[in-house]
């Protein structure tokens, strides 16, 4: 009974911190050392400030728009389905931000010279996650990369820290390795995959291209 009471107090915390785009980014930021992993893995592979002005981005289910800065402002859109989210990203970042359902994005085909995918997925049941695949496939041009980065369990047990907060993610479908690659394959080929901590979160990282 004293652990259900627990539990719910902790749901009910992180209900209200999620609710705050402000306090959520802050949270986020804590746990996650200011997103070093992230952000140096997106520059490693998406290389956003070359050729700038020449390639489109896509940031599929940005959230709060924290990765904006990671691309040239006027070749970027967000993407997600919380208006409140949204709201507050377009006060803080440079971009474009647009409410879209992810399985049916209101965007035209074959855009988008590149996607990030960011602890999405770990959200999504198998059949939503594949639908929401698809959509991304078809507003990448052919040929297009699409940086995959999920929650995965943390490999190593030690990493406490990292295994309370995947008891805590507000995420239902956290995958292994194969898992993600099984829903990634379709459409798409994989040219590496690795996995890497930022903070004390582990993650699954999934570099694909678009195939015509």
């Not at 627990?6 to 050392?33: H, Y």
């Not at 040239?72 to 507050?88: C, E, K, N, Q, T």
């Not at 940086?147 to 993610?169: F, K, T, V, Y």
Request: glycine letters at 8%; a neutral charge.
């Amino acid at each position: 009974m004293e652990m259900q009471l627990s539990d719910g107090l902790v749901e009910r915390f992180f209900d209200q911190v999620s609710a705050t785009p402000r306090l959520w980014n802050i949270l986020r930021r804590i746990v996650e050392d200011n997103f070093r992993g992230e952000k140096q893995v997106i520059a490693q592979e998406l290389a956003p400030w070359r050729d700038v002005g020449q390639r489109e981005f896509l940031d599929f289910g940005c959230g709060t728009g924290e990765f904006a800065r990671c691309f040239p402002s006027a070749h970027y859109v967000g993407i997600d389905l919380s208006r409140l989210y949204l709201r507050f990203a377009g006060r803080t970042y440079p971009g474009k931000f647009v409410v879209t359902c992810g399985t049916l994005l209101a965007l035209g085909d074959q855009r988008f010279d590149a996607a990030l995918v960011l602890g999405v997925l770990h959200h999504l049941p198998d059949p939503v996650a594949r639908t929401a695949l698809n959509e991304v496939h078809r507003v990448l041009r052919p040929g297009a990369t699409a940086l995959i980065i999920e929650d995965i369990p943390p490999p190593d047990r030690w990493n406490i820290a990292g295994h309370a907060m995947h008891w805590l993610d507000r995420g239902g479908f956290i995958r292994n390795a194969n898992d993600y690659l099984t829903l990634l394959t379709p459409g798409f080929a994989m040219v590496r995959s690795y996995t890497m901590r930022s903070g004390i979160c582990d993650y699954g990282v999934y570099v694909v291209r678009r195939l015509s």
